[in-house]
């Protein structure tokens, strides 16, 4: 099963807590997998960042909205014990707990009121509390990404060949290749063999080279068109080729380069895309937000 959205965790959390003790949210997570069936495997799902799972985001979540509720208090870090509010709603025996229950406290009304007018605009799912704020960022951050890609390669395919091969020396020169612009881009377009533009050094003394090909096509790149530039580094006896193209590669292109040596890595427009935003070329920062989270180091006392 996935893991369900977080206020599918308040009931559970608020079982666990009923016995009047103090529990940690470690141990807390641990029982509620148990309790709802959760798999390892999705238990390990992360979130789009790649930094935190989303289970244990979610339960995060479900803990804090407790918490502003104060249906719970945070005892300690990562730790946490019912109030008498709590008690008083787990007297209920309501089969399920959501944002609708908890709307009944002022305090928490206060604080969803302000969450959703600081979520205005982004997913409605959000205000009913099916994403937690990090999966909504995340996926607002992912939209506008996807955007931007589908910008960057549009304007690439509008522009010259020849623009288009200085942005191949300026991404593999800013991904670590080539060494300076200078000397990488005296190699691309240079060659004049058959299925190769240019060559460019792995590292900056040259120690091994990279064959490269650039195909500013719209269209699917095909297995013949790569057999044609593995014949030619099979020529120059390479080990080592990148093939990059404003197009897509065909399914049997890229079973054909699992299998064969020299090793060729593929790059289509969507690998394109990324990389240009990762590295910074032909995009400018627009805004920053920055995340922050609580310095737990700053309130240690000796």
């Known amino acids: 099963m996935a893991v369900p959205d977080f206020q599918s965790f308040f009931k559970p959390l608020l079982d666990i807590a009923s016995d009047g003790s103090e529990h940690s949210v470690h141990e807390a997570r641990d029982q509620i997998a148990q309790m709802m069936g959760i798999s390892e495997v999705d238990r390990a799902e992360k979130l789009a960042s790649g930094i935190q799972t989303k289970f244990d985001n979610r339960i995060g979540w479900a803990k804090s909205y407790f918490v502003q509720a104060r249906v719970l208090e945070s005892t300690r870090r990562g730790y946490f014990k019912i109030t008498d509010r709590g008690r008083e709603l787990h007297r209920e025996g309501l089969q399920r707990i959501d944002v609708a229950v908890l709307n009944r406290f002022p305090e928490f009304v206060e604080f969803h009121t302000a969450e959703r007018a600081s979520t205005e605009g982004n997913q ?127 399914d049997d292109a890229k079973t054909y380069v699992e299998t064969i040596d020299p090793k060729v890595i593929l790059i289509d427009y969507k690998a394109l895309a990324n990389y240009m935003i990762d590295f910074n070329l032909g995009v400018t920062p627009a805004s920053t937000y920055e995340i922050k989270r609580i310095d737990s180091d700053f309130f240690a006392e000796e």
Request: hydrophobic share 40%.
């Open 124 to 250: 409605p799912e959000v205000a009913h509390g099916v994403a937690t704020p990090e999966e909504t960022l995340q996926e607002a951050y992912q939209g506008i990404r996807s955007q931007l890609a589908s910008d960057l390669i549009e304007r690439v395919r509008a522009n010259s060949p020849q623009f288009f091969e200085r942005l191949v020396v300026e991404l593999m020169v800013a991904m670590g290749y080539g060494g300076s612009i200078e000397d990488a881009g005296q190699a691309i377009g240079r060659t004049g063999d058959e299925g190769v533009d240019g060559i460019i050094k792995e590292d900056r003394l040259g120690l091994d080279v990279i064959y490269i090909q650039a195909k500013r096509w719209e269209g699917t790149v095909g297995r013949l068109e790569i057999q044609q530039f593995v014949g030619a580094l099979h020529g120059k006896r390479a080990k080592k080729g990148v093939f990059i193209t404003t197009g897509r590669f065909s």
